[in-house]
């Protein structure tokens, strides 16, 4: 079956208004387009296929989150993983050095300044990932109107755990003390 552009807009707003993520907009909306125009029965209906792929391929609309939810967890082991990799590479010779050296000049550095500046550049540096998360939500889905990324909520978890350090480390003592 050959489609339409107006056709094809449709099924991209079907699938948009259906899921969640970006990664899985793309999968699916590929994989719809190409089960419809693999189709030769000129028996049924576009609507008619349409809703048979939906059934036979994802189990119906309401499948879908389960997807989404399968797919997210795929990709969070990946993105788990290669984190856990990179975190293990800093243990090697070279940059366990280098690492173990900056951590010694910054807590030099951290001796000389103020008790507040030394506040301040924590919580500069705890805000960093959150900034990243708001700037990217801002430009993909407000300007351009692209889905919010799997990989978008991991760095969300990021800011979050990097301002429960900076609690633990700067605010808890001053409380206790």
Request: charged content about 20%.
């Amino acid at each position: 079956m050959k489609l339409e552009q107006s056709q094809k807009a449709w099924v991209s707003e079907l699938v948009y208004d259906n899921v969640k993520f970006n990664e899985t907009y793309y999968e699916i909306l590929d994989h719809v387009i190409t089960a419809l125009e693999a189709e030769n029965d000129e028996n049924t209906t576009f609507h008619q296929k349409l809703n048979q792929i939906w059934n036979d391929d994802f189990g119906g609309y309401e499948n879908l989150p389960s997807l989404e939810k399968q797919r997210e967890i795929e990709v969070n082991k990946l993105i788990g993983k290669k984190h856990w990799e990179i975190f293990k590479s800093y243990l090697k010779f070279p940059l366990a050095v280098i690492t173990i050296s900056l951590s010694l000049v910054f807590i030099f550095i951290s001796n000389y300044l103020s008790e507040s500046s030394l506040i301040v550049m924590l919580l500069s540096i705890a805000m960093i990932p959150n900034l990243v998360s708001v700037f990217m939500y801002w430009r993909l889905k407000k300007i351009h109107n692209i889905k919010p990324s799997i990989k978008d909520k991991r760095i969300s978890k990021s800011g979050a755990i990097a301002y429960q350090t900076f609690y633990f480390i700067v605010i808890i003592p001053q409380i206790i003390s």
